[in-house]
């Protein structure tokens, strides 16, 4: 089965730019989430996505914003970039469902990422 | 802030067995220890998870001290693809609370 797909691995974007970056979730998965990982700050969780509803969302400006769509598949958008904003921006799929009372312990599957540097 | 301590780094020689300790003094009843690793610029990878008892699968196995403040997770033989940076994190199995990486502990497992 095949993971998770993150388009594009990497990109270079100049200041006041925007970027999208697209992630498609393991086949079944309708739970995604995003992190940004950069050398200073590590790995920090952006949102969370299920059924093409926002369900969580990390301590971001609103520069950082995403969606889901009907399929599962994930965007999420940074307008306005700024020099800090360059990062490995990873995505995570799980089976997670909210209302299933079950044993799941939610898992997450990671992509490989997309690479973003701003100039 | 992230609910566990490591230790920063760690050296293994190869072939032996790598013990990854982990302390998460202020765990709750409903929380799951699970462990990530993360191979230089990839995504990080799940290793394994446990809630009491302790577990093994194929890559690993994971030991909960009978307190739950501790663990330590166990790679049996380390290879050199064993070289990663390791995070222990604590987080309430069912539901998908975001996961809160701390800085793990640097594995390198040396030839």
């Known amino acids: 089965k095949a993971g998770v797909t993150q388009t594009p691995r990497y990109l270079i974007k100049t200041r006041g730019q925007q970027v999208t970056l697209s992630c498609s979730p393991i086949?079944?998965?309708?739970?995604v989430s995003w992190y940004q990982q950069t050398p200073g700050q590590g790995l920090q969780f952006l949102f969370e996505?299920?059924?093409?509803?926002?369900?969580n969302k990390g301590n971001f400006p609103g520069r950082f914003s995403g969606r889901q769509f009907s399929n599962s598949r994930s965007e999420m958008n940074v307008s306005t970039l700024e020099l800090g904003d360059s990062a490995l921006y990873l995505c995570?799929?799980?089976?997670?469902?909210?209302?299933?009372?079950?044993?799941?312990?939610?898992?997450?599957?990671f992509g490989e990422g997309s690479r973003l540097t701003v100039l | 802030d992230a609910k566990t301590t490591q230790p920063p780094s760690m050296d293994c020689a190869e072939g032996r067995a790598a013990n990854l300790p982990c302390n998460h003094s202020?765990?709750?009843?409903?929380?799951?220890v699970y462990w990530y690793r993360q191979i230089h610029s990839q995504g990080p990878q799940y290793i394994i998870h446990?809630?009491?008892n302790n577990e093994t699968n194929e890559m690993a196995s994971l030991i909960i001290t009978e307190d739950r403040k501790s663990s330590t997770l166990i790679l049996p033989h380390a290879t050199l693809r064993d070289t990663a940076v390791y995070y222990c994190?604590?987080?309430?199995?069912?539901?998908?609370?975001?996961?809160?990486f701390g800085k793990g502990t640097r594995l390198s497992v040396i030839a």
């Open positions: 086949s079944g998965h309708r739970s």
């Open positions: 996505y299920f059924s093409e509803t926002q369900r």
């Open positions: 446990g809630l009491k």
């Open positions: 995570a799929s799980s089976s997670y469902q909210p209302a299933r009372i079950d044993s799941n312990t939610g898992e997450l599957f």
């Open positions: 202020t765990i709750s009843g409903n929380e799951y």
């Open positions: 994190i604590v987080r309430v199995g069912s539901r998908n609370t975001p996961l809160v």
